[in-house]
């Protein structure tokens, strides 16, 4: 695809429930950003990865959080036993350089998954 | 604590005047500025960004002013139109910093309405 996709675009869970993310990013790009946003603020920085490698996860709010990008292009960002803190919009980037390179290229941001948690 | 902060939640202006969006920052390892343009039901969409050795970056419509003395960047839009009508996300990367991974810290967003 032309861009970064996302899905669901809209997530309702219980909670309680697990619920997983998807994030396809422009094919190429290296690096992977996982953004939240939660209503009326800007995104906050969940995890990062260079292909595979999961090489920061600073940002995840707790170990009910997990993200995977097993071959270094598709990415899941799971959230077990969800809470309703947990209600944001999810967003997915990609840029194509890597941490070698410039940092400075482009984040081209996917739709997000707005999830609520009931 | 709020690294990058837009204190002005919202700014309407008339169609064809100029529009101003400020942005402050407390981190003094921020040496690259970027704005980002949202719509509603989509992601951010990059606008124009600002490398710390510069003051000012231009591209077209869209001017990017920074001052870092006093932590403090701005974005001017002229002349403003109706379509630039969305909310504007300030952000900030500390890219020389050997343990950054090119994570982007954002202001909270400024809902820019240009009226017609």
Known sequence: GAGVSQSPRYKVAKRGQDVALRCD?????????WYQQALGQGPEFLTY???EAQLDKSGLPSDRFFAERPEGSVSTLKI?????????VYLCASSLSSLANTLYNEQFFGPGTRLTVL | DQQVKQNSPSLSVQEGRISILNCDYT??????FLWYKKYPAEGPTFLISISSIK???EDGRFTVFLNKSAKHLSLHIVPSQPGDSAVYFCAASAGQSSSNTGK?????????????
């Open chain 2, 104 to 116: 982007l810290i954002f202001g909270q967003g400024t809902t820019l309405q240009v009226k017609p």
């Open chain 1, 49 to 51: 990865f260079q292909n």
């Open chain 1, 25 to 33: 990013p422009i094919s190429g790009h290296v690096s992977l950003f």
């Open chain 2, 55 to 57: 003051d000012k970056n």
């Open chain 1, 80 to 88: 077990q036993r969800t809470q309703q803190e947990d209600s944001a």
């Open chain 2, 27 to 32: 981190n003094s390892m921020f040496d690259y």
